[in-house]
């Protein structure tokens, strides 16, 4: 593969520990010092610095696990803090929108560009310099002529003292040492499948019999395949999927005896579920309540409900009403519940509501959507903790361990980075 010709290459850009790097941007003291960071309810660690993979911390590993290592190296443990995160990975994704209209947002610390250059390796060069320069996150920049060459290429630029590797000569040589694992979109499972056939390398499976590939596989891998003879086959997605079910749900910070708590931890989870069901356009018919205590304990309990409602809905108040209601049906007194949490079904869109003949007709009420879209522009602008309904309660003691959160930076007055003289 030349880069004589003038071509479309895909770049991928991928901010460099993305969580640890958005601390230490407001944190300098954390610069070189081994840091984590760790998921929603302090239990596994899903960020890493580069010292911290250095000493051996996997990532994934839970906690209590670590608890030695933490000690022996002086490991600097945060929890998640995703209102950050949110906003600079917003402002990473606003610089790379400068460089090209084709942008796809891949995940919250990646994207893909797609630009017509004759030589791409500058660009990166400046992408790379302008995101760091006007954000403070450090990226990796791959280029390829298909996403998973690209993919392929942000892998090795990590590796590079310039973040930035263009795939373009070499391509055989490269895959020839790569492992089918090591492929976007190829998991553990198809690649223990792929070697039982002898295909060991990257390289093995571009080189593929594509009819073989698609009977004993299927046209998922064989668009993988193209993509590493330089054909693109996965291309924007024009349309999102639409989602089946939104569930949101997570353990307690502390065992749960009472109603009225899980009552706030359900109309929590339920607020939160309802507003990415308006985001998405979508109404639910059905809805689940499901609570639990841990698993390990002897007398170990596990409930759900299930409620159809009468109409299909997006209004919150309703939508809280009907899952007090169903934890009700299911709460047991003298349990200390360890999780709860909440699912919407069959969902459709909301220009498109499938009628019933016995059923009511679809609600009109304009308030209701008004106070909607007013409720959603406030958590928007402000926060979401700016305003919530009086059954998710205040002080919220149920909810889950976070106990070395930073500082939201950016998005609240009060919280805002000081400066001592």
């Known amino acids: 593969m030349s880069s004589t010709g003038q071509n479309n290459w895909y770049f991928l850009i991928d901010c460099n520990q993305f969580f640890v790097s958005c601390e230490q941007l407001f944190n300098p003291k954390l610069l070189g010092k081994p840091t984590v960071v760790l998921s929603s309810n302090d239990g596994c660690v899903v960020s890493r610095s580069k010292e911290a993979k250095e000493i051996g911390i ?20 945060l929890s998640s803090n995703f209102e950050l995160y949110g906003d600079m990975s917003f402002r990473v994704m606003q610089v790379l929108s400068t460089f090209s209209p084709d942008m796809e947002e891949y995940s919250i610390d990646e994207a893909f560009l797609k630009i017509t250059a004759l030589n791409p390796l500058p660009i990166a060069i400046q992408i790379k310099a302008a995101v760091e320069r006007l954000t403070g996150i450090p990226v990796s920049i791959g280029i390829g002529i298909t996403k998973t060459l690209a993919k392929v290429a942000g892998d090795i630029a990590k590796k590079k003292s310039s973040g930035c590797f263009f795939l373009h000569d070499n391509v055989d040589e490269i895959l020839a040492k790569l492992s089918p694992v090591d492929i976007w979109g190829i998991g553990n499972r198809i690649a223990a499948d792929l070697k039982s056939y002898h295909i060991h390398t990257a390289l093995d499976v571009k080189k593929a019999d594509d009819t073989w590939i698609q009977k004993k596989f299927s046209v998922v891998l064989l668009r ?67 609570i639990s205590t841990s698993r390990f304990q002897e007398d170990s309990y596990y409930n759900y409900r299930i409620i159809t409602l009468p109409q299909s809905s997006d209004y919150t108040p309703d939508l809280i009403s009907y899952a007090k209601s169903a934890l009700k049906q299911i709460f047991k007194e003298g349990y200390s519940y360890k999780k709860a949490g909440v699912t919407l079904f069959e969902l459709s869109p909301k220009n498109c509501v499938q009628l019933d003949l016995f059923s009511p007709p679809p609600s009109t009420n304009t308030k209701h959507s008004e106070a909607m879209q007013v409720l959603d522009k406030i958590k928007s602008r402000l926060g ?26 950016t998005t609240r007055w009060d919280e805002l980075l000081t400066i001592k003289i």
């Open 58 to 77: 996997p990532m994934g590993a839970p906690l209590y696990q670590l608890e030695q290592l933490m000690k022996r190296y002086k490991v600097h443990a």
């Open 224 to 290: 993988t395949v193209w993509e590493l003879r330089g054909r693109e086959c996965i291309k924007h997605i024009e349309v999102d999927t639409p989602r089946k079910s939104i569930t949101s749900s997570k353990s307690f910070g502390r065992p749960v005896t009472e109603l009225t708590d899980l009552e706030e931890a359900v109309s929590t989870y339920m607020a939160k579920a309802s507003s990415k069901l308006r985001k998405e356009g979508s109404l639910a018919k059905v809805i689940c309540v499901f």
């Open 384 to 409: 979401k903790d700016a305003i919530c309904f009086a059954s998710e309660g205040i002080d919220k003691s149920w909810k889950g361990k976070q106990q070395h959160t930073s500082s939201r930076f």
